[in-house]
């Protein structure tokens, strides 16, 4: 089974940025679209943007405008640039396994506040 590791979370002041990665080992990413979604305390885990095989993305509407997804398949990564982020982005960031048998890793935690 492909295992997914998520990093590159922290505390950041609303505002600020940051970068999240996702990589996998096991497998090859190439071959699938991918998605970033979040997980927050008392709350539903929801969809954060989608990257497809060539390159098209998608974004929830929460996030439009302020995060950008993108990937190395050479690497094996997945990508998250968040920007402008906001104290209700504060949540447990995950790349979602691309095939329903494979595992959800643990998750970087974000945490946006002054």
């Known amino acids: 089974q492909v295992q997914f590791v998520e990093s590159g979370g922290g505390v950041v002041q609303p505002g600020g940025s940051l970068r999240l990665s996702c990589t996998a080992s096991g497998s090859v990413f190439s071959i699938y679209g991918l998605n970033w979604y979040r997980q927050a305390p008392g709350k539903q885990r929801e969809f954060v943007a989608f990257i497809s095989t060539d390159g098209a993305t998608n974004y929830a509407d929460s996030v439009k405008g302020r995060f950008t997804i993108s990937r190395d398949n050479a690497k094996n990564t997945l990508y998250l640039q968040m920007n402008i982020l906001k104290p209700e982005d504060t949540a447990v960031y995950y790349c979602?396994?691309?095939?329903?048998?494979?595992?959800w890793g643990q998750g970087t935690q974000v945490t946006v506040s002054s």
């Open positions: 979602k396994p691309p095939r329903p048998y494979d595992d």
